[in-house]
């Protein structure tokens, strides 16, 4: 090659960028400069990593959200290329139907020393009653934790799971769905299959088989689903309860199976109404084979009769707000076999972004999903996370979204007008700027937002010991 060429000073420049990637940028700016690696976003762009979701924009709005927003927002010109949402008028916000005491203002955060506590807006400060009379009672006790990609993969729930079994007991993930996009990236259980169509409350799913999971699956053919235990994290390795809930209009057959064990054919009699398929005994894997394209699978569960269970039921992209299409008369059904003690919604970053400041839409709609929600499961108590730090980038510096406090605002009064818990999940990590260290530390990946593996444990220890302070 000739001096000065564009393919050497090609060649050249890719060598700089490759070589910049592979400095650790973040650990020497304490957090405010991005690392990045140019080889492997090459090679998840191509597709050659797999088993790892990859967080395209750190923009992305829930499409439901917005069709909400352009409902509510007033009827005038908007200028050309306008994107953020005007404000809502306090007289066009929805409330729940009985009289209630609405406070905009913050407040401070109930922080005890390096605790940051459960705020309690229950109407008369019931607090977490019915989880701690499950708790107490020697049954199972289960707890829901329905969010979007921040618990994806069981990040954070894993070892809020962990915490729990440790001190209450109980075995087993409880909660997994019957197809995965990303085998692998979930660690506390190995999950495989195929054949399964799924159907998500924001893809044309059929509304009468939307429980808060947000999502079911029909067979496409020879549908099967596998589920084997890790030592990941203690007390999934096995379970002595196998329960597959599903629906199936017509007779139909479903082959099971555990461990190392041959299929076993089970004739389903036809029902309109939720059907358990479940295998008692202690067992390491459980299996789900289908061909009717008429039947309705909408999970398994693997737990146990005893101790605290933690499903995971994570909806990438979701802003929470579609959870108003959950069925309830199917959650009554459903709850005849798999009912909930505490209910934790976990949703934001789908909500927010660096130019929207007033979220008083999303407040509004968050209220009608608790209020939803607990018509659903009236047996179970109600805690809205806010928003964690998420940041953003300034220059070459990262710092925290400037409209994180106006989220978390949102966020806590949509928990005061729907009477229902709240955990300032930001403060937990440490307020302003938290991102910052987090990321310093390991425990927010390179996008800002998503906790590794290493920050869902920090984050969870931080939940269950505020969850602890109210239980004891």
């Not at 329960?243 to 099971?256: G, K």
């Not at 403060?427 to 290493?454: Q, R």
């Amino acid at each position: 090659m000739k001096k000065g060429s564009p393919v050497a000073i090609l060649i050249i420049a890719i060598a700089i960028v490759a070589f910049v990637s592979m400095l650790p940028l973040s650990e020497w700016s304490g957090g405010r400069i991005k690392d990045f690696s140019l080889v492997s976003d090459i090679m998840k762009e191509v597709g050659i990593m797999e088993g790892t979701p990859s967080y395209e924009s750190n923009d992305d709005i829930d499409p439901a959200l917005l069709e909400a927003q352009q409902a509510e927002e007033p009827v005038r010109e908007k200028a050309p290329g306008l994107t953020a949402v005007p404000s809502v008028p306090s007289d066009k916000i929805s409330e729940p139907k009985e009289k209630i005491d609405t406070i905009i203002s913050p407040v401070k955060p109930s922080r005890v020393g390096e605790l940051v506590r459960i705020e309690d807006y229950t109407t008369l400060g019931v607090g977490l009653t019915h989880l701690k009379h499950a708790i107490s009672s020697g049954t199972l006790a289960r707890i829901a934790v329905v969010g979007d990609s921040y618990i994806e993969g069981d990040i954070f729930t894993q070892d809020l799971r962990e915490l729990f079994q440790d001190t209450y007991g109980g075995q087993g993930v409880g909660f997994v769905n019957m197809h995965t996009d990303f085998p692998g990236f979930r660690r506390s259980v190995k999950q495989s299959g195929s054949g399964w169509k799924t159907y998500t409350a924001n893809k044309k799913a059929d509304r009468k088989y939307l429980d808060i999971a947000e999502q079911y699956a029909v067979p496409n053919g020879t549908a099967t689903s596998m589920y084997q235990g890790t030592k990941a994290t203690s007390h999934t390795g096995s379970w002595s309860r196998s329960r597959f809930l599903f629906i199936s209009p017509e007779n139909i057959t479903i082959s099971v199976k555990t461990d190392d064990s041959e299929w076993e054919t089970r004739n389903i009699e036809g029902s309109p109404s939720v059907q358990s398929l479940e295998i008692d005994g202690s067992v390491s894997k459980f299996g789900i084979k289908a061909t009717a394209s008429s039947l309705i699978g909408l999970g398994v569960w693997l737990d146990g009769a005893s101790g605290v269970s933690v499903d995971c039921m994570s909806s990438r992209g979701f802003s929470g707000i579609t959870l108003t299409k959950v069925n309830p008369d199917l959650s009554h059904e459903m709850a005849e076999f798999i009912d909930y003690d505490l209910i934790i919604l976990e949703f934001g970053i789908n909500a927010m972004s660096a130019k929207q400041k007033n979220y008083s839409v999303y407040c509004s709609r968050m209220v009608d999903v608790i209020n939803h929600i607990r018509l659903c499961y009236p047996n179970a108590d109600i805690l809205l996370m806010g928003v964690g730090d998420r940041g953003e980038k300034v220059g070459s510096q990262v710092r925290s979204m400037s409209t994180a406090a106006l989220m978390i605002n949102a966020q806590r009064d949509a928990a005061r007008r729907a009477h229902c818990l709240f955990w300032d999940t930001r403060e937990a990590m440490g307020g302003e700027n938290a991102v910052v260290e987090w990321s310093a530390a390991g425990h927010i990946n390179k996008d800002y937002i998503h906790l590794t593996h290493k920050g869902g444990a920090r984050l969870a220890r931080e939940l269950f010991n505020a969850i602890q302070s109210d239980l004891q």
